[in-house]
């Protein structure tokens, strides 16, 4: 079948890489793309927000399913577009996004449908925010109501910084949350209706700099799976956060299609709901979809067309993704930088460099093009043999306007060496 991807990021050349090996995947389409996804498909400039042009691509290239990456043309109705023209989409409904373009919306359908989170307060102006702040002890997370690109996100230690934080956010709608204690793990689940199965595992680094220090990133690097996640606290989240969510918007006539995202802290009471994704997570899909056996592509259109899908087999190997970012990320990323070496990198056992943020020039060099330009993956036996193949791979890239942690995967390394 020919398939359209749409998006630009690490995460989509991820997908388009897996997507390509699938047996039941003809043609590969992708929207707009980048110098990395043009590796595994044809990619043509459209916006991937414009549902009318999306539809008309599709219908014009015999496309049988749309793979949406991105959050943004899914919360814009992309999906809904799609599938009012007959095409099999890969991802929710706008009404059904709202998990992620609103933490209010999903605060509160949590609320109702009695899911473990932290108690809240939704604010719509500057006043009501301040007032909320009163209602919680200290550190107090204040997120911005709508999409923020994995960022958004301020935990005050102070009140101080807690009303530096809202007023910095003017009259815009807030979500003031309990700080939660324990450690994050991410985890992903197909779902389809109230049908839920798990995906995969993993945990992310969002703070900019080693020692989980700086300010919030869009994800500095990943590692899957997560062991911090055990089979029991697995199914604890599936049984008591996934599956009711699934049946609160089946019940409410929006019934989720696609990837859910669960960012989760393990507490000392179990795991309760950070808040959701509606797609795949970046970097994370660059450390899962490796990882993944079979026929990606037939499963992605199970899942989009109402069919039969079971949890998909999964390499027993740890994957680690090494986000190489542009110098002044998250702030000001210095753009234009050329990079060179990948294909040295990509000669290490088990390692794919997965293109995030890079332009190719007329002469045909590789430019930085963004903050995140490049998520290094490797695989390993251990996590450790995973983290060794990664940097080894970082260490061949040319790239002089490029940084990274260098201590992905630290919680989990520090366990594995205790054990």
């Known amino acids: 079948m020919n398939i359209l991807l749409l998006g630009s990021g690490g995460r989509e050349d991820a997908l388009a890489w897996r997507l390509r090996q699938s047996p039941s995947c003809a043609t590969l389409i992708a929207a707009p793309g980048n110098p990395g996804i043009a590796r595994w498909a044809e990619c043509i400039a459209i916006n991937p927000s414009d549902g009318a042009a999306v539809v008309a691509l599709a219908q014009e290239r015999d496309v049988k399913l749309v793979v949406i990456g991105p959050e943004a043309p899914l919360v814009a109705g992309v999906a809904d577009a799609c599938r009012n023209a007959g095409i099999a989409v890969f991802g929710p409904s706008a009404a059904a996004a709202r998990l992620e373009g609103s933490k209010g919306f999903t605060k509160e359908l949590c609320e109702r449908a009695r899911i473990p989170t932290a108690a809240f307060v939704r604010a719509r102006t500057v006043d009501d925010a301040l007032a909320a702040l009163d209602r919680f002890g200290l550190p107090v997370v204040i997120k911005d109501d709508g999409l923020a690109a994995g960022k958004g996100v301020t935990i005050a230690a102070t009140r ?16 003031i949350e309990q700080f939660l204690d324990g450690e994050e793990v991410s985890l992903f689940a197909l779902v389809d209706g109230s049908h839920a199965v798990v995906l995969a595992s993993a945990q992310d680094h969002k703070r900019v700099g080693d020692g989980d220090t700086g300010p919030n990133t869009g994800g500095m690097g990943a590692y899957s799976p997560a062991p911090v996640l055990t089979p029991e606290l697995e ?19 929006t019934p989720f299609n696609g990837v859910l995202y669960a960012g989760l802290m393990l507490t000392a009471d179990g795991p309760q709901l950070i808040e959701y994704n509606v ?52 702030g000001d990323p210095a753009r234009g930088g050329p990079i060179d070496g990948i294909a040295t990198a ?20 590789l430019l930085a093009a963004g903050g995140r330009v490049l998520a290094v993956t490797a695989l390993g036996d251990t996590l450790a043999d995973a983290r060794d193949r990664a940097y080894q791979a970082v260490d061949a890239i040319d790239f002089p306007d490029g940084f990274c942690r260098r201590d992905i995967g630290w919680r989990q390394l520090e366990r594995d060496h205790a054990a």
Do not use: K
């Open 235 to 253: 199914q604890r989240a599936m049984n008591e956060i996934v599956l009711p969510t699934a049946r609160a918007l089946a019940a409410a006539g």
């Open 346 to 365: 990509e000669r290490i056992d088990g390692v794919r460099v997965f293109h995030a943020g890079t332009a190719a020039h007329s002469s045909g060099a």
């Open 160 to 175: 101080a910084e807690a009303e530096a934080a809202v007023r910095a956010a003017g009259d815009t709608e807030l979500v």
């Open 279 to 330: 797609r795949f997570g970046d970097p994370e899909c660059e450390a899962i979809v490796p990882r993944i056996a079979g026929d990606f592509a037939a499963l992605l259109y199970a899942v989009a067309t109402g069919g039969e899908f079971s949890a998909p087999e999964l390499s027993p190997q740890a994957a680690m993704t090494v986000v190489v970012a542009a110098s002044g990320y998250p």
